[in-house]
């Protein structure tokens, strides 16, 4: 997306099936972690995957963050397709909570991840984490920042914020619940999310021809939590965008109805320079990734900021 000298990526090392113990789930949990083959003291960033995908999905943000200098972690959520977990379980009606003991869980044994993947002992600075995710994978990392879930009485449930995560990007996080369609209303009673309680800061990512059927709104509803939420201070309105944001979940995907790279680019360079501002302190990529969209003769998006 820059037409400015970029800073040089780096190697990535990628390691598959990290398994977690996980008693509170009935399973393990496996997780994939993608972290840069040199350096130290470096940020963490837990991914949340959408509904049915799994930590084989989102190569692009993956890459994209390890090879700038973030240790990405995704784990396996049990709604994914490859758990292939029965519409009757007991644990369906609680995958929502479920997904954000992930999360935390994932902290809880850093020190597994560190023993599982060669050369990454002592490099992680563990104060230094972000929640993110795609879809049904940002209203999860939105609930560790502080989102709360509205009930049939529209009062907020508990709250499920853990501050060792500071800083969140939220991409196509779905929004209100009073734009859900009778379907979703009757299938994802959870996405009735309060925003009001949501103080850490997150960079939000929603394209402008995102029509869920979910919702009985367009492209505007993923910008409710940059709308509602006081923590969530960026938002990247991407033109012509849809629930893939170009591509992010991966690229030759059938998902993936709008696969275009720069524009799945655009959003992943945003998020990655908003996260390494707030975590590092270092802001430059930021100001360049605003500088070289202001600059474009035929942007793919628009900034805006509060």
Do not use: C
Not at 46 to 72: C, E, I, K, M, N
Not at 95 to 101: A, P, T
Not at 216 to 234: C, I, K, M, N, S
């Amino acid at each position: 997306m820059s037409t400015t000298a970029m800073p040089p990526v780096s190697p990535v090392v990628s390691v598959d099936t990290v398994a977690l113990p996980a008693p509170y789930r009935g399973q393990d949990l496996t997780v994939r972690v993608t972290a840069p083959a040199t350096g130290a003291e470096l940020p963490a960033v837990v991914f949340a995957h959408g509904f049915t995908l799994s930590s084989r999905d989102y190569a692009p943000v993956a890459q994209h963050w390890a090879s700038r200098g973030f240790v990405v972690v995704q784990p396996t959520f049990l709604d994914s397709a490859s758990l292939a977990l029965a519409p009757t379980d007991s644990r369906q009606p609680n995958i929502w909570r479920l997904r954000v003991q992930d999360m935390r869980t994932v902290l809880d044994e850093f020190d597994l991840i560190e023993q599982a993947v060669p050369g990454l002992a002592d490099r992680v600075d563990r104060t230094r984490v972000a929640a993110a995710g795609h879809s049904y994978g940002a209203t999860t990392a939105g609930m560790l920042l502080g989102q709360r879930v509205l009930d049939e009485t529209g009062e907020p449930g508990e709250s499920l914020r853990d501050p060792r995560f500071t800083v969140g990007a939220l991409l196509a996080d779905p929004g209100t619940g009073d734009s859900l369609t009778p379907l979703a209303t009757q299938y994802f009673p959870f996405m009735n999310p309060d925003f009001s309680e949501q103080t850490a800061p997150a960079f939000v990512a929603a394209g402008d021809a995102d029509q869920s059927p979910l919702s009985t709104r367009g492209g505007d509803w993923f910008e409710d939590v940059y709308r509602l939420a006081p923590g969530a201070d960026a938002l990247l309105t991407v033109f012509g965008g849809e629930h893939s944001l170009g591509g992010i979940n991966g690229f030759n995907d059938s998902r993936t109805t709008d696969e275009n790279p720069a524009r799945a680019d655009l959003v992943l360079e945003f998020a990655w320079a908003y996260l390494l501002a707030h975590l590092t302190g270092d802001d430059s990529a930021w100001a360049r990734a605003t500088a070289d969209l202001g600059a474009a003769s035929e942007p793919l998006g628009r900034l805006e900021t509060k």
